[in-house]
């Protein structure tokens, strides 16, 4: 059965804190993804990953930055997490082939107060 | 760059009623998804269209692309509680890389 497992369903941080999101997938996958989601806005693409050590960003990468130091691991990082990046976050993973699907992981719900 | 419009934006139906929800797309689409979100979890893959005019059924949901490429719609028969959730559509999109785009979401309650 394909995994992507995030390591946290929820979290609460402070302003200012810097906060990391994990995500590992198990399926070998090349590409690798972070959406988060929003009342209204649907899934945004903040950055994704086409293989080790490459990122690139994606509609609303401010605030954000990435790291993937090995395949199955891409992480998400909050520099200074504030309050409007409370939101949903999805990791998601993809074969580089064309016209597949991607798997997603259940989420991290991240509240900043 | 590609963007994805869906409608309506949130659904609520008896059980046991049909209903359809629609995503139109910017552009030409050469990947369609649509994708099931129980509250608060991740994205469950349902169905993947490419041809124009292409058809796919799983279970009593069926998702048509329309012959230019531009539009689908998932249509649910005699709905249950169980198809609850948010549904998206996704599309591939080349701009800036190869990635996948996804609309705003319909949020369907079905009421028993």
């Known amino acids: 059965d394909v995994k992507v497992t995030q390591s946290s369903r929820y979290l609460v941080k402070r302003t200012g804190e810097k906060v990391f999101l994990e995500c590992v997938q198990d399926?070998?996958?090349?590409?690798m993804f972070w959406y988060r989601q929003d009342p209204g806005l649907g899934l945004r693409l903040i950055y994704f990953s086409y293989d080790v050590k490459m990122k690139e960003k994606g509609d609303i990468p401010e605030g954000y930055s990435v790291s993937r130091e090995k395949k199955e691991r891409f992480s998400l990082i909050l520099e200074s997490a504030s309050t409007n990046q409370t939101s949903m976050y999805l990791c998601?993973?993809?074969?580089?082939?064309?016209?597949?699907?991607?798997?997603f992981g259940q989420g991290t719900r991240l509240t900043v107060v | 760059s590609q963007e994805l419009e869906q409608s309506p934006q949130s659904l609520i139906v008896q059980e046991g009623k049909n209903l359809t929800i629609n995503c139109t797309s910017s552009?030409?689409?050469?990947?369609l998804y649509w994708y099931k979100q129980k509250y608060g979890e991740g994205l469950i893959f349902l169905m993947m269209l490419q041809k124009g005019g292409e058809e796919k059924s799983h279970e009593k949901i069926t998702a048509k692309l329309d012959e230019k490429k531009q539009q689908s719609s998932l249509h649910i028969t005699a709905s249950q509680p169980s198809h609850a959730g948010i549904y998206l559509c996704?599309?591939?999109?080349?701009?800036?890389?190869?990635?996948?785009?996804f609309g705003a979401g319909t949020r369907l309650f079905v009421k028993a």
């Open positions: 996704g599309a591939d999109d080349w701009t800036g890389g190869f990635k996948t785009i």
């Open positions: 399926m070998d996958h090349e590409n």
């Open positions: 552009k030409t689409l050469y990947g």
């Open positions: 998601a993973s993809s074969t580089v082939s064309e016209n597949t699907e991607a798997f």
